[in-house]
C-alpha cells in the first residue's frame, strides 16, 4: 500500500512540474513514506530523516518531507524528533503534497497536514507511464476491524471503498500504458463496498449474477481490455463466501493465490488478537479454497511472542501451518504498539524467546516451501514474462499465478508482457525453472 501511495505521490509532483531525479543524490525534494506497524519500521524512517536533514550540509537548500502512517499518528510531535523536517503529511492528505512543497519553496518550514479518521480520502492516481506490466490498484482504504495488536486503524482510518467507477477508470488508464496484471489493494480487501456504496444504479448488472460488491468488481476488472491476471490482497477469511470463491474459480483472469494473514494457530491467542476466527473457521476457508481451486496457492502473516503466547499457544501455530500448507510466510515479532488494545497487555513473551520462535517457524516455512516447490516439478504453470531474469540476464523470468518466480530460457517471438507456458523442470526453494512450451 506505501509502494501504491509513493506513487501517486510522484504522480502528483509530476503533474505539478517537478521532475523525477535520477537517484536520491541528486534530488532537492526527498520525501520518506513511513509505516507504524512495527516499532522498527518507524526507527527506521526517523534515522533516514535524520541523515536526509544532515545531508544539507553537501546540498543546500535540500527539500525533506515525511508522509505516511508516521505522520499521521505523530502529528506535531514530528518536528521535535526531527527539527529540522519542513512538513509532514498524513495518510489521507497525499493530494496536499505539491502545496506544501510550494509552500516550503515560499520560505515556510515545519507544516503540518493530517487527517480525521473518517474523512474521505484523497486517491490521486499512481503514474501511468513507465508502471513496467504490474500495478498495484487502492479500492479500499482504512480498516475497521481493531485487532488487539494493530495501528493501522488509528492511523489509516475508518473504512472506506472508493467508487468501482473510479477504479475501472484507473485500471483502463494503466492497462491502455501497458500494464497487465493489477494487485487490489486493501486492509481488508474483501470488504470491499460494505460500508459504503460503490455501485450506482446507472451501472451495468453483473453478467455473472454477482451481487456482492467485491466479486463484482473483479468480474468488472477482468472485462477490460489488455488486463491479462488480477490480484488482491489482504483477505480475511470472513470474506471467503460462496460468492467469492466463484468468482476466483470462474474469472481466468483472477490468479488462484492469495494472502490470507493468519496470524495464530491457537484459539485462545487469536480471541485475544480480536482476530474474529478461530483456527477451525481459518481451516474452513482455506478448504472452501481449495476445493474450488485444487492448484490454488497461499500465503500469510504471523505474529510470534503476542502478550501471554506460552509454547502450547506456538505449537499450535507450528501444526496450523503445516495443516493450512503455506506456500509462504511472513513471520513478525510482536511490537506493542502505543493506544492499541494489546499495548494494555504485558508483553511477556522475551524478546530472545520471540527470536527463537521466529527462527522456528522460518526453517519450517523453507522446509514446506521447498517441498510445495518441488511438488510443481512436471507441471505447467503460466507465467506473467518480465524480460531479463535478476541474477542471469542470458535468462528470462516471471511469475506464475502463486505468485513464484519462474525462470526460463528465452524463445523466438517470446515478448514481455504476455502469458507463457513454461513446463517446470527443476525447483529451488525460492525459484522455479523450466522450459517454455507452446
Ligand atoms: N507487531 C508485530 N506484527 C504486527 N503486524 C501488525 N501489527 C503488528 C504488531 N503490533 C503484522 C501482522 C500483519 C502484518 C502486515 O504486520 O502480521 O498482517
Ligand atoms: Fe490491522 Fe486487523 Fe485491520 Fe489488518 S484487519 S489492518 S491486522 S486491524
Known amino acids: 500500500m506505501n509502494v501504491r501511495d509513493s506513487e501517486a505521490a510522484a504522480a502528483l509532483l509530476s503533474a505539478a512540474g517537478y521532475e523525477q531525479a535520477a537517484s536520491e543524490a541528486d534530488a532537492d525534494l526527498v520525501i520518506v513514506n513511513s509505516c507504524s506497524v512495527r516499532a522498527k519500521a518507524e526507527e527506521k524512517a526517523l534515522g533516514k530523516l535524520g541523515l536526509l536533514c544532515a545531508s544539507r550540509r553537501d546540498h ?24 529540522g523536517l519542513d512538513f509532514s503529511v ?28 473518517d474523512e474521505i480520502p484523497d486517491v490521486p492516481d499512481a503514474h501511468v507511464e513507465d508502471m513496467g506490466f504490474s500495478a498495484f490498484v487502492t479500492i479500499l482504504l482504512g480498516c475497521n476491524r481493531r485487532c488487539a495488536y494493530c495501528i493501522v486503524p488509528d492511523v489509516r482510518g475508518r473504512e472506506y471503498s472508493r467508487p468501482a467507477r473510479e477504479i475501472l477508470a484507473e ?32 451501472d451495468p448488472p453483473s453478467p455473472g449474477g454477482y451481487r ?34 466463484r468468482a476466483m474459480a470462474s474469472l481466468p483472469q483472477v490468479c488462484h493465490h492469495l494472502h490470507l494473514p493468519v496470524q495464530s ?27 474450488a481451486m485444487p492448484d490454488f496457492a497461499l500465503t500469510t502473516d504471523v505474529i510470534v511472542g503476542f502478550p501471554g503466547e506460552t509454547e502450547a499457544d506456538f505449537e499450535a501455530t507450528r501444526t496450523l501451518m503445516d495443516e493450512a500448507g503455506f506456500d509462504n510466510a511472513f513471520i513478525f515479532k510482536y511490537s506493542p504498539r502505543p493506544g492499541t488494545p494489546a499495548a494494555q497487555m504485558p508483553d511477556d513473551v522475551s524478546d530472545e524467546e520471540k527470536m527463537r520462535r521466529n527462527q522456528v517457524l522460518l526453517a519450517d516455512q523453507d522446509r514446506r516451501g521447498s517441498a510445495l516447490n518441488e511438488a ?41 508482457g504476455t502469458l507463457a507456458k513454461v513446463a517446470i523442470t527443476r525447483a529451488a526453494p525460492q525459484t522455479l525453472y523450466g522450459e517454455v512450451v507452446r
Open 376 to 416: 510443481l516439478v512436471g507441471t505447467v504453470q503460466e507465467v506473467l514474462v518480465e524480460g531479463r531474469s535478476l541474477r542471469n540476464a542470458e535468462r528470462w523470468a516471471g511469475r506464475s499465478p502463486g505468485n513464484k518466480i519462474v525462470v526460463f530460457d528465452p524463445v523466438e517471438g517470446l515478448e514481455p
Open 265 to 291: 494457530g491457537s484459539d485462545p491467542i487469536l480471541k485475544a488478537m480480536r482476530r474474529g476466527y478461530t483456527r477451525e473457521r481459518y481451516l474452513e476457508a482455506v478448504g472452501k479454497l481449495r476445493a
Open 90 to 117: 498524513g495518510t489521507r492528505r497525499a493530494g496536499a503534497i505539491p502545496r506544501l512543497v510550494a509552500r516550503v519553496l515560499a520560505g515556510e518550514r515545519g507544516l503540518l497536514e493530517t487527517s480525521s479518521q
Open 60 to 83: 543546500p537548500g535540500r527539500l525533506v518531507g515525511l508522509m505516511g502512517c508516521m505522520a499521521q499518528r505523530l502529528g506535531e510531535a514530528i518536528f521535535k524528533k526531527i527539527p
Open 171 to 202: 485500471i483502463a488508464a494503466l492497462a491502455r500504458h501497458g500494464v497487465r496484471e493489477v494487485t487490489l489493494l486493501g486492509q481488508s480487501v474483501m470488504n470491499y463496498g460494505r460500508m459504503n456504496p460503490v455501485w450506482d444504479e446507472t
Open 212 to 245: 456482492e460488491p467485491f466479486p463484482r468488481l473483479l468480474e468488472a476488472v477482468a472485462a477490460i481490455p489488455g488486463v491479462l491476471r488480477i490480484r488482491f490482497t489482504s483477505g480475511h477469511p470472513s470474506g471467503c463466501t460462496d460468492e467469492l470463491v
